[in-house]
């Protein structure tokens, strides 16, 4: 739905629940360590999401960590968002010109 509005160029993904039984890097364990279990499968679909974008633009997995105030770092060269909400969760990604 959401990549219906963006250029060709965005990779989108997202996902209309929970993704169960994603993998997370261990710096990204270390992030929700002591999160309620809601947040785990929140902020794990959120990674799920973003590496399913990433893979759209032919780049490998990697850690997706908050940064300054949270916000998500990403790899040199691609700019991206996550967004979520009960029930979904997106990420949109593109590769710098």
Known sequence: MI???????????????????VVLFP???????NAVDK????????????????AKLGLPPVPI????????QWPSGVVGSITHCAG?????RRSRP
């Open 65 to 72: 960590v908050p940064g300054f105030r949270g916000a998500p």
């Open 3 to 21: 990549e219906d509005l963006l250029p060709p160029q965005v990779a989108v993904a997202e996902e209309f629940g929970n993704v169960p039984y």
């Open 88 to 92: 979904y969760c997106a990420f949109r």
């Open 39 to 54: 947040r785990r499968r929140e902020f794990a679909t959120a990674r799920a999401c973003a590496r399913a974008a990433l």
């Open 27 to 33: 710096e990204e364990e270390a992030v929700i360590a």
